[in-house]
């Protein structure tokens, strides 16, 4: 038996004011589009805001449904529809902000497994690199692609 350790680079800053601005601005819509998500029943609202290398900025925001399975994260939903409108044109950049009980969290909130996933066939997709930003009141992280966020990750090349 051997050990194997699987590292990831992440970045880590105090405030968004360290972040280039078009990195703030992505950060600033992904917090609006938060406060306008569909959570009635978790009460937990999730913004995300992807930015296409054409520069056009999509956000997206979780719909929840009586029947729990039918909801959709925020992240896929921002994904989804900016590569339904723009089927050609990769993503380079996406910024993740949750609200609950009308503040944004202390901790970075980090996306789930099923998201991931959709993230990484986008970055595959596009052969390009997509930068995350997830946001947190007193801690962000970010990290410069999404395959490192989900190592030993499922592709067709198996
Ligand atoms: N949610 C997201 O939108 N993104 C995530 O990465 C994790 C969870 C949503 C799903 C559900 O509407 C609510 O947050 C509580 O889980």
């Known amino acids: 038996m051997k050990k ?10 105090n405030n968004i004011t360290e972040l280039p601005a078009d990195e703030q601005e992505l950060v600033k819509l992904a917090e609006e589009a938060a406060k306008n998500a569909y959570a009635k029943y978790s009460h937990f ?3 995300a805001a992807v930015k296409l290398a054409n520069g056009e900025i999509i956000t997206g925001n979780n719909q929840e ?4 399975p039918s909801g959709l994260c925020a992240e896929r939903v921002a994904l989804f529809y900016a590569n ?5 044109v990769p993503v ?4 993740i902000v949750a609200i609950y009980k009308d503040d944004i969290l202390q901790e970075p909130v980090a996306p789930c497994g099923a998201c991931r996933q959709v993230m990484l066939e986008t970055e595959v997709r596009f052969d390009t690199p997509i930068r995350t930003i997830l946001v947190g009141k007193s ?12 190592p030993l990750s499922f592709n067709f090349d198996f």
Not at 4 to 13: A, C
Not at 65 to 68: E, G, R
Not at 92 to 95: F, Y
């Open 4 to 13: 194997q350790h699987i590292d990831i680079e992440v970045e880590s800053y």
């Open 45 to 47: 609202f999730v913004g």
């Open 65 to 68: 449904n009586n029947a729990y």
């Open 84 to 88: 339904a409108k723009y089927p050609d």
């Open 92 to 95: 380079t950049k996406m910024a």
């Open 139 to 150: 801690k962000i992280l970010a990290m410069n692609d999404i395959k490192s966020m989900l």
